[in-house]
């Protein structure tokens, strides 16, 4: 088996069932755990995940270049986007 060098978190490490008090601690945990791979790691907010920590607690928490967007290159033929698709949402009562 190929050694892995790249690990991608797509999110919602908690929600908003799990306490909001224990919420830093929770991802706090989760990132140890992410420190230990041997390789990349690129993370991605959660919708859930913002149901108790907001935006700027998730950014540094993940190390992300200061939003929740941005790309990265695993390998020169590969190019992943990661968007904020929880940053503008719109609602109707239709």
């Known amino acids: 088996m190929a050694e892995r060098k790249t690990l991608v978190n797509f999110g919602d490490i908690v929600d908003g069932h799990f306490p909001k008090e224990e919420s830093i601690n929770a991802v706090q945990k989760v990132m140890n755990e992410f420190e230990k791979f041997n390789g990349s790691v690129y993370h991605m907010i959660g919708n859930h995940c913002l149901y108790n920590l907001p935006r ?3 950014i540094t928490l ?4 200061g939003r929740a967007y941005y790309d990265f290159s695993p390998m020169p033929s590969y190019k992943f986007i990661v968007l904020d698709a929880y940053d503008v949402g719109l609602r109707t009562t239709h």
């Open 56 to 58: 700027s607690a998730l």
């Open 62 to 65: 993940f190390k992300m270049p």
